[in-house]
DNA sequence: TGCCAGGCCCTCTTTAGGGCCTT
């Protein structure tokens, strides 16, 4: 399985917990590191967008009014992403969302995929780089712009772009042939020190 | 109107606090 899926959420907050929805969702389909399918939608959960998010998202209540349900909407993304690992900035964030989400349709199996983070990789890998947000690591990497910030769409986009960069400079720095999904999730997690022993050791546990 | 949470990471640390990142 070499696909993943890069998803980003827009929100009307921070916390689902504190009662926070979605309302666009995207996701790209990566197949090494070409981009191979898209999904993409706003949602209504019927929840009020406040005036900064608004500004914030360019997604408006009026907007939103006519989006398809909520439900709706991730019951398609669940089918679209069924089988792929998932990767997002800040990836946190997104999987508290679709976990959320996905919880208010009812339980399904396979329905929790692991999620990899490229701002967690980028802390590992691009130590220089003062500041992690997505579009300063964009405009570090020279990534190509991918339409309006802050839209799903166009950060899931710029989000792929930063996977596949990562995943090139750890193949080129650490002379491997490729850094599948798994080995981020390791990765995200190990100290830049020892990383180069992480790589080994997976690959060996592989022959 | 402005704020909310959670996880990670650094340091003036580990019996903690604060900044960053996501909307």
Not at 64 to 84: L, N, S
Not at 105 to 122: I, Q, R
């Amino acid at each position: 399985m070499s696909v993943v899926g890069v998803i980003d959420f827009e929100t009307t907050g921070l916390s689902p917990a504190m009662g926070d929805r979605a309302t666009e969702v995207a996701i790209v389909l990566l197949d090494g590191g070409q981009v191979v399918d898209r999904f993409q939608s706003l949602m209504n959960a019927g929840v009020r967008i406040n005036a900064f998010i608004e500004q914030y998202t360019g997604i408006s209540n009026e907007m939103i009014r006519t989006a398809p349900p909520a439900a709706e909407v991730m019951a398609d993304a669940r089918r679209f992403v069924r089988g792929v690992p998932l990767v997002a900035h800040n990836a946190s964030f997104d999987q508290r969302f679709w976990a959320a989400e996905l919880e208010r349709l009812g339980p399904d199996e396979g329905a929790d995929p692991p999620f990899a983070c490229t701002m967690l990789l980028s802390r590992r890998l691009y130590p220089q780089v003062g500041s992690y947000r997505l579009q300063s690591l964009a405009s570090f990497h020279a990534l190509p712009s991918a339409g309006r910030a802050h839209r799903a769409m166009a950060d899931a986009e710029v989000a792929a772009s930063l996977l596949s960069r990562i995943q090139q400079d750890i193949q080129r720095d650490y002379q491997v042939d490729a850094a599948p999904h798994e080995l981020l999730v390791k990765l995200q997690r190990t100290q830049r020190k020892a990383l180069p022993k992480a790589i080994e050791a997976y690959f060996d546990a592989l022959r």
